[in-house]
């Protein structure tokens, strides 16, 4: 059983930055595959950004690539989002996930689910 708990998001103007981060708790939590979805009022929940196991492979959704970083630090079982340049499109609940040996960037194959943290962008 692994459990994440996020934390960091808030209110950030349009244009600004923000960091998110994930920490991890559980048996092997630094074996799995890491990332992070986002839902918005009204819409499906959608696939944001995503690490693997060692760090050393990301892959980002296109509405986010070059503005958002994924990063984590196994030694903290932590993982990082950060978001610059941010637009009021990017206003969301962002969950952190979780999926064993595999970059986790499907919701249905998802193993584990954070509660989730608000980031609102105000214009």
């Known amino acids: 059983q692994v459990q994440l708990v996020e934390s960091g998001g808030g209110l950030v103007q349009a244009g600004g930055s923000l960091r998110l981060s994930c920490a991890a708790s559980?048996?092997?939590?630094?074996?799995?595959?890491m990332g992070w979805f986002r839902q918005a009022p009204g819409k499906d929940r959608e696939f944001v950004a995503a690490i693997s196991s060692s760090g050393g492979g990301t892959y980002y959704a296109d509405s986010v690539k070059g503005r958002f970083t994924i990063s984590r630090d196994n030694a903290k079982n932590t993982v990082y989002l950060q978001l610059n340049s941010v637009e009021a499109e990017d206003t969301a609940v962002y969950y952190c996930v979780g999926e064993r040996m595999r970059l986790p960037t499907t919701a249905r194959t998802i193993d584990y689910w954070g509660q989730g943290t608000q980031v609102t962008v105000s214009s």
């Open positions: 559980g048996r092997a939590a630094s074996q799995y595959g």
